[in-house]
C-alpha cells in the first residue's frame, strides 16, 4: 500500500520558519515529480511547490517565491518544504503529493494520483 506521510507542521509566529517532511512508503517515486498545495478554511486546494524528478528543477507559486523552498532526497523517498518568513495567510492544511504521470505542468491537483493525509500549519500574527 502506497503513503505519503507529512509531518513538521505546528504552530509559528509570524516571521517563523517550519520545515515540513512527507516520507513516501510502498513504492519509490525517485523518477517522478512532487509536489506541495495548501488548503485554508473555505478555499480550494492550491499549488505551493514542485519539484522535478532529478530535483533539478522547482517551481513555486508566486506567493511563496524567495520564502520557500521545495527538495527531495530520493534515497529517503522524502521531499521537504523548508518554509521562511511565515505569514498569518500561509495558514492551511499542506499536502504533499507525488505524480506517476509522465507528462503535464504538475501545478495542477490532476496532475498527481498520490496524497497524503495533510499537516497542519498555523500562523500567528
Known amino acids: 500500500q502506497v503513503q505519503l506521510a507529512e509531518s513538521g507542521g505546528g504552530l509559528v509566529q509570524a516571521g517563523g520558519s517550519l520545515r515540513l517532511s512527507c516520507a513516501a512508503s510502498?513504492?519509490?517515486?525517485?523518477?517522478?515529480?512532487r509536489g506541495w498545495f495548501r488548503q485554508a478554511p473555505g478555499k480550494e486546494r492550491e499549488f505551493v511547490a514542485r519539484?522535478?524528478?532529478?530535483?533539478?528543477?522547482?517551481y513555486y507559486t508566486d506567493s511563496v517565491k524567495g520564502r520557500f523552498t521545495i527538495s527531495r532526497d530520493n534515497a529517503k523517498n522524502t521531499v521537504y518544504l523548508q518554509m521562511n518568513s511565515l505569514k498569518p495567510e500561509d495558514t492551511a492544511v499542506y499536502y504533499c503529493?507525488?505524480?506517476?504521470?509522465?507528462?503535464?505542468?504538475?501545478?495542477?491537483?490532476?496532475?498527481?494520483?498520490?496524497w497524503g493525509q495533510g499537516t497542519q500549519v498555523t500562523v500567528s500574527s
Open positions: 519539484i522535478s524528478a532529478s530535483g533539478g528543477s522547482t
Open positions: 503529493a507525488a505524480s506517476t504521470f509522465r507528462s503535464g505542468g504538475f501545478v495542477s491537483a490532476s496532475d498527481y494520483n498520490y
Open positions: 510502498g513504492r519509490t517515486f525517485s523518477g517522478y515529480p
